[in-house]
T-cell receptor, first 115, second 115 residues
Framework: DGGITQSPKYLFRKEGQNVTLSCEQN?????MYWYRQDPGQGLRLIYY???????QKGDIAEGYSVSREKKESFPLTVTSAQKNPTAFYLC??????????????FGPGTRLTVL | QKEVEQNSGPLSVPEGAIASLNCTYS??????FFWYRQYSGKSPELIMS????GDKEDGRFTAQLNKASQYVSLLIRDSQPSDSATYLC???????????????FGKGTKLSVKP
């Protein structure tokens, strides 16, 4: 059963705490993406990775970090430097990122709340 | 600044009618266009992709692309209450972020289909 999984579904963070959001895919996709969605807003790109061991900053990378050690996994860490982290975080993947843009498929999302 | 614009709605149509959703984009070099459906509290789900001028039909959905006028639209025939959701338009601008695979999302149009 192929797809993208994200965990946890809900996450609560205290001030000054780092938290890591998990994203795993078994679609054999090369490219993976992290987006943030705020109420009434479009999706904004945080980081993306076109291939294992490589990743690039998106539009709003400050206060976030990622790694891509395995093709299947692209975890996102929300650091204490991110001043307004409460949002819905979405992970996506596509077959590849080169050439004509491919369809991106999304995981179920993680809803992060700062206490 | 590469932008994707959508009317936020809500767009209200009676059951069985045709719902018409529109999207304009600023980058004339954009090559790939996508429509996603997002139910409240859920992640986006890909409905249609379109790459060439003209119409593309898939069941009750038709995507229309006009690159000269820089707009893409989604028509939903025989609208059902289950179609009530927010519809996101996504565009792949030329050389966005150094990767040809990245997408810019509009803020979405909320559709309500009344029984």
């Amino acid at each position: 059963d192929g797809g993208i999984t994200q965990s946890p579904k809900y996450l609560f963070r205290k001030e000054g705490q780092n938290v890591t959001l998990s994203c795993e895919q078994n679609l054999n996709h090369d490219a993976m993406y992290w987006y943030r969605q705020d109420p009434g807003q479009g999706l904004r790109l945080i980081y993306y990775s076109q291939i294992v061991n490589d990743f690039q900053k998106g539009d709003i990378a400050e206060g976030y970090s990622v790694s891509r050690e395995k093709k299947e996994s692209f975890p996102l860490t929300v650091t204490s430097a991110q001043k307004n982290p409460t949002a819905f975080y979405l992970c996506a993947s596509s077959i590849r990122a080169s050439g004509r843009a491919q369809e991106q498929f999304f995981g179920p999302g993680t809803r992060l709340t700062v206490l | 600044q590469k932008e994707v614009e959508q009317n936020s709605g809500p767009l209200s149509v009676p059951e069985g009618a045709i719902a018409s959703l529109n999207c304009t984009y600023s980058d004339r070099g954009s090559q790939s266009f996508f429509w996603y459906r997002q139910y409240s509290g859920k992640s986006p789900e890909l409905i249609m992709s379109i790459y060439s001028n003209g119409d593309k039909e898939d069941g009750r959905f038709t995507a229309q692309l006009n690159k000269a006028s820089q707009y893409v639209s989604l028509l939903i025939r025989d609208s059902q209450p289950s179609d009530s959701a927010t519809y996101l338009c996504a565009v792949n601008p030329s050389n966005y972020g150094g990767s040809q695979g990245n997408l810019i999302f509009g803020k979405g149009t909320k559709l309500s289909v009344k029984p």
